[in-house]
């Protein structure tokens, strides 16, 4: 059985049955308790599961993300919530330099079970220094996983897989979304890291995108249905490790390759999945792989330069049409 509820309550269950299941897992960061979080993912956490378990934290990202890796070294299973993850950048070293490499460096005496989760990428108007998508930081340093859902029945499914898993998991999840409603089981089931979601098959083009992008995706579609383009959608759901199984199959089905992200050009997410089909899929290629970004510019903050800014439903169609060697 399922039922329709928001990302946001997804996220809640997610964290609220893994409390329950384990006496390890415990919630830390900005406003998650009396506040019950930025976004009220946490809503009534701290009523349930009291002050030792659902942490308020100062507005100081190095220390509370040192204070969970700390946890996690000695046998916890922390959930660090930054309001936003440009403010992780704060804590970049905390989370590069010692939640990334401590099993390594240890021999694997000690591992790493924490996740460090909250919203990324634009919402609205909300500037330069909050708009930022950094995945593609993260998904370059080894020792990291990093996940990204599109809807509430994946983050809940992914949320838990990350807070059994014995890596530190970077979970990130777009502000927009929290709203976004979705079917969601109503019984026990997890969705293993690594595993991406063929969200509609199709035979002209693959196309493939993450987290919002997957909603811009889906208005694109109805345009380019109109026109008998069938364009088959992947969602790699986890960026690292990414399904490259899934996203090759894909390519040499369709021979062709359309990339959706948010984040900014040079040295996307994108160009790396785009390595990686020519590398391994070259010659399943019939046309070149073609990309849809932001815009290689800091954020702007007026709301019609913001729009501009970022990828577009014109924007894909416009690409797939490239793709499909049709005028643009």
Same mark, same amino acid.
């Given at each position: 059985m399922t039922r329709e509820i928001p990302f946001r309550q997804a996220l809640r269950e997610a964290m609220v049955e893994e409390m329950e299941r384990d006496e390890r897992v415990f919630l830390m960061g900005e406003e998650v308790g009396a506040y019950q979080g930025a976004y009220k993912v946490s809503l009534g956490m701290q009523e349930r599961f009291g002050e030792r378990r659902v942490v308020d934290t100062p507005i100081a990202e190095t220390g509370f993300a040192g204070v969970g890796v700390g946890a996690a070294m000695v046998g916890l299973r922390p959930i660090i919530e930054f309001m936003t993850f440009n403010?992780?950048?704060?804590?970049? @070293?905390?989370?590069?330099?010692?939640?990334?490499?401590?099993?390594?460096?240890?021999?694997?005496?000690?591992?790493?079970?924490?996740?460090?989760?909250?919203?990324?990428?634009?919402? =609205?108007?909300?500037?330069?220094?909050?708009?930022?998508?950094?995945?593609?930081?993260?998904?370059?340093?080894?020792?990291?996983?990093?996940?990204?859902?599109?809807?509430?029945? /994946?983050?809940?499914?992914?949320? +838990?897989?990350?807070?059994? /898993?014995?890596?530190?998991?970077?979970?990130?999840?777009?502000?927009?979304?929290?709203?976004?409603?979705? @079917?969601?089981? *109503? *019984?026990?089931?997890?969705?293993? &890291?690594?595993?991406?979601?063929?969200?509609?098959?199709?035979? @002209?083009?693959?196309?493939?995108?993450?987290? +919002?992008?997957? =909603?811009?995706?889906?208005?694109? &579609?109805?345009?380019?249905?109109?026109?008998?383009?069938?364009?088959?959608?992947? /969602?790699?759901?986890?960026?690292?490790?990414? /399904? *490259?199984?899934?996203?090759?199959?894909?390519?040499?089905?369709?021979?062709?390759?359309?990339?959706? *992200?948010?984040?900014?050009?040079?040295?996307?997410?994108?160009?790396?999945?785009?390595?990686?089909v020519q590398e391994k899929a070259f010659d399943s290629l019939d046309a070149p792989i073609a990309r849809v970004t932001s815009e290689d510019v800091p954020m702007p903050f007026a709301a019609d330069l913001e729009k501009a800014a970022l990828p577009s439903v014109e924007k894909v169609v416009a690409a797939a049409r490239r793709v499909l060697g049709r005028p643009a």
């Open positions: 403010f992780s950048l704060v804590a970049f @070293d905390q989370l590069v330099n010692n939640a990334a490499k401590l099993r390594l460096m240890s021999g694997g005496q000690f591992t790493l079970p924490i996740v460090f989760r909250g919203p990324g990428g634009a919402g =609205h108007q909300l500037g330069a220094q909050h708009s930022q998508c950094t995945e593609s930081f993260y998904c370059h340093v080894p020792g990291l996983k990093v996940v990204m859902p599109s809807n509430p029945k /994946d983050a809940k499914g992914l949320l +838990k897989s990350a807070i059994r /898993d014995d890596n530190p998991v970077i979970f990130i999840e777009s502000e927009v979304l929290y709203g976004v409603k979705g @079917d969601v089981p *109503e *019984e026990e089931y997890t969705i293993p &890291l690594g595993q991406a979601a063929i969200v509609r098959p199709g035979k @002209d083009l693959t196309i493939i995108a993450w987290s +919002k992008m997957q =909603h811009l995706v889906a208005l694109a &579609l109805a345009r380019l249905d109109q026109e008998g383009i069938d364009a088959e959608v992947i /969602d790699p759901r986890t960026l690292r490790p990414l /399904d *490259e199984t899934a996203i090759l199959a894909s390519v040499r089905k369709t021979n062709r390759l359309l990339i959706v *992200e948010e984040g900014w050009p040079t040295g996307g997410i994108g160009a790396q999945i785009a390595y990686l």
